[in-house]
């Protein structure tokens, strides 16, 4: 991973991303006309209040849903134009997911948890424990890589996702809530790890509610009614 130096070309772009949902006889517009870019190896902060479109725009960003209107990049490629297997490929390598309840799979360990992106990626890797071991050492788990889910307390299990989503070296970790089941201790350990992996090049974006969290981040993006209200950025 390269280290993080000069602000680049923007790894993400949203130009005029539209979201409609149809429920009933109602349209919901969950996001309305945003454009927005994010920079390689910056860390950034989404927040808003509920049924602000943060969440949606999570979701589009991690190729889990597609605009109602708009375009939406990602290393220059237009996701639209993109079919099934490439949308899947884009999830696999590029993408990695942190989730605010861990989703582990309970009755595995640590280590086979992180090889499973590995045993679904398109690209074989040449040697899936090994790179399973490497992630938890990055994360500081290399003690607990035989450990079950439930054998590890929350902060842990959290590092192993994160394992989990740096298995296949990913430029892009979207964290949802990823504090929001820890007590506050847990989350300056979490949150500085993120900020760490930032550093390395990995392009960190999370939703959260506390603005305390959000502060870790260097940029902060604040959601109202399916629109930017405010887009700030740290000055070094």
Known sequence: MAANSVLSEPLIKCVDVTKTYIMGEQQVHALNSVSVDFIAGEMTAIMGPSGSGKSTLMNLLGALDTPTSGDLFIEGRNLSSLDADELADLRNKTIGFVFQQFNLLNRATALTNVKLPLRYSRDPVADIEARAIECLSMVGLSDRMNHRPMQLSGGQQQ????????????????????????????????????VTLSKQGITVILVTHEEDVAEYAARKIYFRDGVIVADDRKTK
Do not use: K
């Not at 201790?185 to 500085?192: C, G, L, N, V």
């Open 159 to 194: 590092r192993v996702a994160i394992a989990r989503a740096l298995a296949t070296r990913p430029a892009i970790i979207l964290a949802d809530e990823p504090t929001g089941a820890l007590d506050s201790r847990t989350s300056i350990e979490i949150m500085e790890l993120l």
